[in-house]
């Protein structure tokens, strides 16, 4: 997914203080951009924290009624130096990109993009036969220095791994878990050590995950009362735990919860996130921006876009089969974009 903000704010990223305990992370509501519209609700970044381990953007979005409306609708837009994560509770979504993949993603299934060096993407409610309701989160992770420049690349794993215990339901769709003496590994591929999971919770219900001590981790509430590690963590806000425990005990209220646990090796290179590019450096993000605007022409009146001659051999390519035009990039800020130091 695109971020649409019309004017995105530069995001120095950082992992932040330790603190004790769990630590909040309240969401603030997005609108990402234009007629069609869609709302997010953003946890990270933001000043508080940029990230968790390697993920650096966590978008949650839904339950949506997508049966009168356009659904989602998020035309070719460029990435670099990042990983694009789409995991689904409900609905599906066709994605298309600049390297020929051509995929619809489901619940429990994952779509991972790799960006890279460059890349080109879309995404959109089917045209036809949709479900109705469309509800899930889009994750972004940072590859770190020496594979920013990976060669883009696409993955569709619909076959993740599954524990069930007690009611509980656990599937790992990034990186290893340990789930009552099991573990469980996703195939999908990764640069930095980290783990992405779906928890699911009957009322009442309670699961206990082996987690590596020297991650941190965060769990996103999507639905019901749930406690991480004694500590309430309401729906839509981002519950952080520090390095340290090698067990998180998830448990759920008087109703069903459902819940992302997200989670790495603490990310100790400095990064600039501005619009859909992670980079070291201003020139680096200024270079993405002119490349792709390259790419970019006028489509014939108001905003609409067309692609230029010769996108297809440029650096992020030319997505097939999208009805719309791709999207301008914004205007950069007035300013020097920098990272700054990790805090000791």
Request: proline share 9%; with cysteine; charged share 20%.
């Amino acid at each position: 997914m695109s971020n649409l903000e019309t004017r995105p704010v530069e995001r120095t990223c950082t992992a932040g203080e330790r603190p004790a305990g769990v630590e909040l992370l309240t969401a603030r509501d997005v609108p990402l951009g234009g007629p069609r519209a869609m709302n997010v609700r953003r946890t990270i970044p933001q000043r508080q924290r940029s990230l968790v381990g390697a993920w650096c953007f966590c978008d949650h979005y839904g339950p949506d009624d997508v049966s009168r409306s356009a659904g989602m609708q998020v035309p070719p837009h460029p990435h670099i130096g990042l990983q694009t994560v789409s995991w689904l509770f409900e609905g599906d979504i066709v994605h298309r990109d600049s390297v020929g993949s051509l995929v619809t993603v489901r619940p429990g299934e994952l779509n991972l993009m790799t960006a890279g060096a460059g890349i080109s993407h879309s995404e959109e409610s089917p045209a036809r036969d949709r479900t109705p309701t469309l509800h899930g989160v889009q994750l972004w992770t940072v590859l770190p220095a020496a594979h920013k420049d990976v060669a883009p690349h696409f993955e569709h794993h619909g076959d993740l791994p599954v524990a069930e215990v007690d009611g509980a339901r656990v599937q790992v769709f990034m990186g290893s878990l340990d789930v009552a003496g099991a573990t469980l590994t996703s195939s999908a591929t990764t640069y930095s050590p980290l783990v992405g999971a779906q928890v699911d919770l009957p009322p009442g219900g309670r699961v206990e995950l082996g987690v590596d001590p020297g991650f941190e981790h965060a769990l996103l509430v999507d639905t019901g009362d749930v406690t991480l590690a004694g500590d309430v963590v309401p729906p839509a806000a981002l519950g952080y735990v520090a390095p340290g425990p090698d067990r998180l005990v998830v448990t759920a209220g008087d109703a069903p919860a459902r819940a992302v646990l997200i989670g790495g090796e603490p990310f100790d290179e400095d990064v600039v996130m501005w619009w859909n590019f992670v980079g070291r450096t201003h020139e680096e993000i200024v270079a993405a921006r002119a490349d792709w605007m390259a790419q970019v022409a006028d489509g014939g009146g108001g905003d609409r876009t067309a692609y230029a001659a010769g996108a297809a051999d440029r650096r992020f390519g030319q997505v097939h089969g999208y009805d719309d035009g791709p999207l301008r990039a914004p205007a950069l800020p007035d300013v020097r974009l920098r990272p700054r130091s990790r805090p000791s």
